[in-house]
């Protein structure tokens, strides 16, 4: 019995360090502060396209844009094989939903929560920055961008709590066990490479170069 109790703290350990961690870190579209970049992390397609999960977030990133809180959106996800490739699929969706293309900056190498994170400062260059995931994955998301050197915010996308919500919960209480491994030892991403210009490209054609010129 005392097994079993001692396993269940370490089980609760995780989320609890993300609470305390995360303190208000989140809110809705409405509330959200302005920062030069969104970032959204992928999940998932179906049959190519963004998975309806996936779509609701591009939906956010598209009104965080069009209010004028940010002026890029970078988006990251899995490009692990030719036939899958969620960063391109979440740009043409952001394309189809009048968000430019040149505000829109690709990461392929986003495979997982931390490697999207620390891949957004340490290859984009990002420092401040708005995050967009549902509700029960964005204190993971704000603590791990933290860790990462991020200053960020949270995005909260509410979804109606049904199968697939609550399966999305459960996969937190192992996501949170591994963020706090990532947090602790920041490791390298699967896939680091050189430093990439398109969020400062980005950023650089969002500044009015004089009078009359609009967001584009």
């Known amino acids: 019995m005392q097994i079993l109790m001692l396993c269940s703290v370490l089980a609760l350990l995780p989320g609890a360090w993300l609470r305390l961690s995360t303190d208000a870190p989140h809110g809705d579209v409405s509330r959200a502060p302005s920062a030069p970049v969104a970032l959204v992390f992928g999940a998932g397609l179906w049959d190519g396209e963004p998975s309806p999960y996936l779509a609701h977030r591009l939906d956010s990133a598209v009104e965080l844009y069009e209010s004028g809180k ?33 505000r829109v900056v ?31 994955h964005i204190r993971r998301a704000v603590a791990l961008c933290r860790a990462a050197g ?9 979804e109606p709590r049904d199968v697939t919500w609550y399966a999305g919960g459960l996969r937190e209480i192992p996501g949170a066990a591994k963020a706090a491994f990532d947090a602790a030892l920041t490791p390298d991403p699967h896939f680091l490479g050189p430093h990439e210009t398109g969020v ?16 584009g």
């Open 70 to 102: 940010v002026h890029a959106v970078l988006v990251s996800g899995d490009n692990s094989r030719e036939e899958y490739d969620e960063p391109d699929a979440m740009r043409r969706y952001l394309a189809a939903r009048g968000v430019p293309a040149g």
């Open 106 to 136: 690709a990461d392929y190498a986003g495979f997982d929560t931390w490697d999207s994170c620390t891949r957004a400062a340490r290859v984009f260059g990002v420092r401040h920055a708005l995050l967009v995931s549902q509700d029960f």
């Open 150 to 158: 991020i200053d960020s915010y949270g995005v909260a996308v509410p």
């Open 200 to 215: 400062e490209r980005a950023l650089a054609d969002a500044r009015p170069a004089g009078p009359g010129r609009g967001r």
